[in-house]
């Protein structure tokens, strides 16, 4: 029996996830497995009716869980920072989920804004660190508020941290069997500390993976490497914040929001899968955004909990989808509404 926690969130997270759980329930059914699932209130409605970002007694909770499904955190009547630090960064670092796993797969039929590439062209995985580098939010500010403040913002990096995600990142390129080629994107002409460690613990652990190819690229050139030749890259590792920002720009070349989703993973311990999109507050409520993105967030789910069939119908089921039904995968113009796109997905699960 897996026992999984459902975080819907706010915005649009309630709705995608719900289309979400629809095709649990169905593909269940088909391959043949138990789960249970819970549904915890958490985000800016809890904050704002309450005050509370994330009662102890519900982390605990969770934490007795085999996996979390998250829908979306973010809500425009809170400060930035309060609730993605208070609840998703929390996640990702007190249960050390320090693997952020992020498909970049252009499904046929989906529309990519880069000229002449297609689905051959574009199919590479980022593997970004999750609980380190600038996102330990440590740091100082001097004089703040007068013309002589200076903000110190720290990026830690550990050996530990580093080596690990760097091997999660190799283990994952053999297993993946593509190109079996490695790139690691990094900034070494001028983060002379943070970048060097990154260097250098990635050709210690090269040694032991002989028969994977090793790259490396500067994030700047991997951002331009990634919209002129996407078909370069097969596994891409990175840190937390380079892995950030390159993962947007993957999400937009493999179709949108709409589509990306991603895994935040402690091969140890309790994983967290999400649409990478956010919580889209103006289609709130609206039956309009896309599910596709939290649909593949549950396929990787599966995948991970080792319901590896159900996951691979998902993703067949996914690609009937986009390839034969929708007009766009954007919101508003699918030609469908959030909740004919989960049945679509449900439909085309036997096929
Ligand atoms: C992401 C998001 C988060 C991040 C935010 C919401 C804190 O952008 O998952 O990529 O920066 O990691
Ligand atoms: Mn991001």
Not at 94 to 110: A, F, Q, S, T
Not at 243 to 267: C, E, H, K, S, Y
Not at 320 to 325: A, D, I, Q, R, Y
Request: charged share 25%; aromatic share 8%.
């Amino acid at each position: 029996m897996h026992k999984i926690a459902v975080i819907p969130g706010d915005g649009t997270g309630p709705e995608v996830v719900r289309e979400g759980l629809k095709v649990l329930e169905a593909v269940s059914k088909t391959v043949g497995f138990q789960y249970q699932t819970k549904i915890f209130d958490l985000g800016g409605g809890r904050f704002l009716k309450t005050g509370e970002v994330f009662p102890a007694e519900i982390f605990e909770e969770i934490k007795k869980f085999e996996v979390i499904y998250l829908g979306a955190i973010g809500h425009p009547q809170v400060k930035p920072g309060i609730l993605e630090r208070g609840i998703l960064l929390k996640l990702r670092f007190e249960l050390d989920k320090y693997i952020n796993l992020r498909p970049v797969k252009l499904y046929p039929g989906v529309e990519t804004p880069l000229k002449n590439k297609g689905p051959q062209d574009i199919d590479f995985v980022v593997i970004r660190e999750n609980t380190e580098g600038l996102y330990v939010g440590e740091g100082e500010f001097i004089n703040k508020g007068t013309k002589d403040e200076v903000a110190i913002q720290i990026s830690r990096n550990t050996y530990k941290g580093v080596e690990r995600c760097i091997r999660y990142a190799f283990e994952y390129t053999r297993k993946r069997n593509k190109e079996k080629k490695l790139t690691l994107c990094a900034k070494t002409n001028v983060l002379n500390y943070a970048s060097d460690l990154w260097w250098r613990v990635f050709q210690d652990v090269a040694k032991e993976y002989p028969d994977v190819v090793t790259d490396y690229a500067h994030v700047d050139a991997t951002c331009m490497w990634m919209v002129k030749n996407p078909e370069t890259f097969d596994v891409i590792v990175t840190d937390n914040m380079f892995g950030d920002i390159i993962t947007d720009l993957g999400a937009i070349i493999q179709g949108g929001l709409g589509i990306a989703a991603g895994g935040n993973i402690n091969p140890q311990g309790i994983s967290m899968f999400e649409p990478i999109g956010g919580s889209a507050p103006k289609y709130a409520g609206k039956n309009v955004i896309n599910p596709l993105a939290a649909i593949c967030a549950l396929g990787m789910l599966l995948e991970h909990i080792g319901e590896e069939k159900a996951s691979r119908m998902i993703e067949k089921a996914v690609i009937e989808v986009t390839s034969k039904k929708l007009k766009s995968l954007a919101a508003g113009k699918m030609g469908y509404t959030t909740s004919e796109v989960g049945d679509l997905v449900v439909n085309y699960l036997n096929i």
